[in-house]
């Protein structure tokens, strides 16, 4: 598992793209045009199972999905490259990473890492993968 904040407007950075579940811990609300960039760069990282929690976690959902999408063009999309999105409105955080570590899986393809991505104006590391852990 590893941890990456990621201030509203700041550029994501580069990762190895390897297969990925993206847990999006969202403290604040951002522009669509930023969290599609963002999006983008989930699916070109390798993200195949994302979950959404906190401030329009449902319009994460939508954006990676449309991520996914657009990245083939008007091919269809392999199942080794479908990615599942789910949002988790109605859940505790620690629900979504017990779902995460206990659900979150590609039908096609073996997950190798989870990335807590914090989406949020300050870093809380510390927290968040304690909070992971504790799942």
């Not at 989930?42 to 939508?62: E, H, P, Q, R």
């Not at 954006?63 to 479908?82: F, G, M, T």
């Amino acid at each position: 598992m590893i941890y990456l904040h990621l201030a509203p407007d700041a550029d994501p950075p580069a990762i190895l793209a390897l297969p990925s579940r993206f847990v999006v811990v969202a403290e604040v609300e951002v522009s669509l045009e930023w969290q599609q960039r963002v999006s983008d760069w989930m699916v070109a990282s390798g993200c195949l199972y994302m979950m959404a929690w906190g401030c329009g976690c449902s319009t994460w959902d939508d954006s990676v999905d449309w991520a996914n999408i657009d990245r083939r063009k008007c091919d269809p999309i392999p199942d080794n490259e479908l990615v599942m999105t789910t949002w988790h409105d109605d859940e505790s955080l620690i629900d979504v990473f017990e779902f995460s570590k206990t659900v979150a899986q590609h039908s096609c393809v073996d997950i190798v890492r989870t990335v807590i991505l914090d989406i949020s104006t300050r870093s809380r590391k510390e927290e968040l993968v304690n909070l992971y852990l504790s799942a």
